[in-house]
């Protein structure tokens, strides 16, 4: 058993190193959602301490986003508007220990997941393009 559970940890590590960054955000993304979600529930059924431990990994997922934008890019302004704000709403959520606040936050991140799902696709479309592009085929 814990030779499988060995082989299930190295395909795992092994398919998160070779994901894009695109991929690595979506999937970020994902764990947020789930965080948000299972926090939400366990206020709900009044486990405020377990719930507190999926809204800190919550947190540590949005410093994370927020401390790898580029500034280079205007977008990130909004982002980090985005990330604060998320961040404001976990943390009412763990003092009033009440779900409200983060149901209140979740179709925010799910149109951040859709966006990057987005994105990822349109670039790899394009990567796409430029390959077959550089393709020569001899007649």
């Known amino acids: 058993m814990a030779d499988n559970n060995n082989l299930i940890m190295?395909?795992?590590?092994?398919?998160?190193?070779t994901m894009s960054r695109g991929e690595l955000l979506v999937?970020?993304?994902?764990?947020?959602l789930k965080n948000l979600r299972y926090a939400?529930?366990?206020?709900?059924?009044?486990?405020?301490?377990?719930a507190k431990k999926h809204t800190d990994r919550a947190k540590n997922i949005i410093n994370y986003l927020y401390a790898i934008l580029d500034d280079k890019y205007d977008i990130s302004v909004n982002l980090k508007r985005i990330y604060s704000h998320l961040l404001a709403q976990?943390?009412?959520?763990?003092?009033?220990?009440?779900?409200?606040?983060?149901?209140?936050?979740?179709p925010t991140v799910q149109e951040l997941r859709a966006a990057w799902v987005e994105a990822e696709k349109k670039t790899r479309t394009q990567k796409g393009k430029r390959a077959k592009g550089n393709q020569h085929t001899a007649f």
Not at 27 to 32: A, F, G, P, R, V
Not at 40 to 50: M, V, Y
Not at 90 to 106: F, G, M, T, Y
């Open 90 to 106: 976990i943390i009412k959520a763990n003092v009033s220990e009440d779900a409200a606040s983060l149901d209140e936050i979740i």
């Open 27 to 32: 999937k970020l993304y994902d764990e947020l």
């Open 40 to 50: 939400s529930i366990l206020f709900g059924q009044k486990k405020a301490e377990t």
């Open 10 to 17: 190295q395909y795992q590590e092994q398919s998160i190193l």
